[in-house]
């Protein structure tokens, strides 16, 4: 991972043409009033040489590092408003096939290119304001080979600097209450889908989550632990971790589903819960399009690994993954009062989201953001509360179930219908 700064000494060069070199860059000054704004991005170059130039209010530091499989340029600032033209992030251009931004943790914002091939970051400075023209970051790309490629991306791994921890807060003492820990889907960075609307899925899951939240924590039944109440990027992984390390009784993670154009017409909700086998093929697009959200914020995966199997471990799974079932039934008993419900709502697949082997987890689509009645009910404030209500009365049902010992099925195929 590389740090660059502003460099004042070469903004004569480079804005005539911004295609020259910088000098060695200087220390950047700290600047105090809020967040930096970005107010505009381009490409410019071909498959051989690219070049991004970002517009900002004033110079900031930011990393740059590459990330492989997918292969990806990654770079890091610090906290900044992103007011790019809606357009912007659908721009593409010589070795840059797409790019994101967005907030990636508190306090840091990042934006991710994918590129077609191995790379290698040419140049990257930062130009203080000069008269009437702004600050702009450069960055320029050359194509790489694999090899290369990996050795560059080798060395700054190890400088990388991990995500903060999400602090674990321990239950007051003699708290024996059921621990629900909500998942809101995607946020900051990633944004989830939009169904061609001006809502984005981040946003619409996270008010679900958080009305749902208010409900269950003023019944006083439950402690709720929430893996996200603001815009900010969590890894899937992390989100395992937290309901894991705060014990949960359950974890029900929100998204809204949405189709491409061309691909016909979809409305309502599907409740998921994890198999090694997806019960149909829209399950098995759905959960390989949601296990890409780390790859989407620009996350290293080379050091993930499944956890070790093991005879405790799979009793384990099969106990919880029954729970999981019949909390999934559980919301579509409630739920069907208020929501359409798809034409098959039970449904299994390989969620990494789910897969806490001694928690019971299901993953709710709301419903579809590319549907105009579903997204109607999704980003009304009196549709939302109808949601959560039923969502609550849906988690309500299957404690009072599990109370009085009953079980889903002893096996998943029976468990979940195919």
Request: no cysteine.
């Amino acid at each position: 991972m590389v740090t660059f700064a502003s460099s004042a000494m070469a903004a004569a060069p480079a804005r005539a043409g911004e295609a020259d070199a910088p000098a060695p860059p200087a220390a950047a000054k700290p600047v105090d009033g809020g967040p930096v704004t970005a107010r505009d991005a381009r490409l410019a170059g071909d498959a051989q040489r690219t070049r991004l130039v970002i517009d900002l209010d004033r110079a900031v530091e930011f990393h740059a590092f590459t990330l492989a499989e997918p292969y990806r340029v990654v770079l890091d600032l610090p906290e900044v408003a992103f007011a790019l033209k809606p357009e912007s992030n659908q721009l593409k251009r010589g070795l840059v096939a797409a790019y994101r931004f967005g907030v990636f943790a508190p306090g840091k914002a990042r934006m991710v290119l994918e590129v077609t091939g191995p790379v290698a970051i040419d140049k990257a400075f930062v130009l203080d304001p000069v008269d009437d023209q702004p600050a702009r970051l450069v960055l320029d790309l050359v194509k790489s080979d694999p090899d290369s490629f990996a050795r560059t991306a080798a060395r700054s791994a190890a400088l990388r600097t991990a995500l903060p921890a999400i602090p674990i807060v321990p239950p007051e003492a003699g708290d024996t209450r059921p621990v629900v820990v909500l998942d809101p889907g995607h946020g900051g960075i990633d944004s989830g889908t939009t169904g061609y609307s001006a809502f984005a899925e981040k946003n619409v899951v996270l008010e679900t989550a958080l009305a749902v939240r208010d409900l269950l924590e003023r019944s006083g039944a439950y402690r709720v632990v929430m893996t996200r109440s603001t815009d900010t990027f969590v890894p899937l992984g992390e989100r395992v971790r937290i309901a894991r390390a705060h014990r949960a009784d359950l974890f029900v993670s929100f998204h809204a589903d949405a189709l491409a154009r061309g691909d016909g017409q979809a409305r309502g909700a599907s409740v998921y819960t994890l198999s090694d086998t997806a019960s149909d093929a829209d399950a098995a697009h759905l959960a390989e399009k949601e296990n890409k959200a780390d790859l989407i914020a620009g996350v290293d995966l080379s050091d993930e690994t499944d956890e070790v199997a093991g005879i405790l471990v799979d009793l384990a799974q099969r106990e919880t993954r029954n729970f999981s079932a019949l909390l999934a039934r559980s919301l579509v008993g409630t739920m069907k009062t208020t929501v359409r419900f798809h034409r098959s709502p039970l449904k299994s697949a390989g969620f990494r989201v789910l897969r806490a082997h001694d928690v019971p987890s299901v993953l709710l689509e709301i419903g579809y953001m590319s549907s105009k009645e579903d997204l109607k009910l999704l980003t009304s404030p009196d549709g939302r509360i109808r949601i959560a209500e039923t969502v609550v009365a849906g988690i309500n049902q299957f404690f009072a179930q599990k109370a009085a010992g009953l079980h889903a099925a002893a096996d998943d195929k029976a468990a979940v219908p195919r």
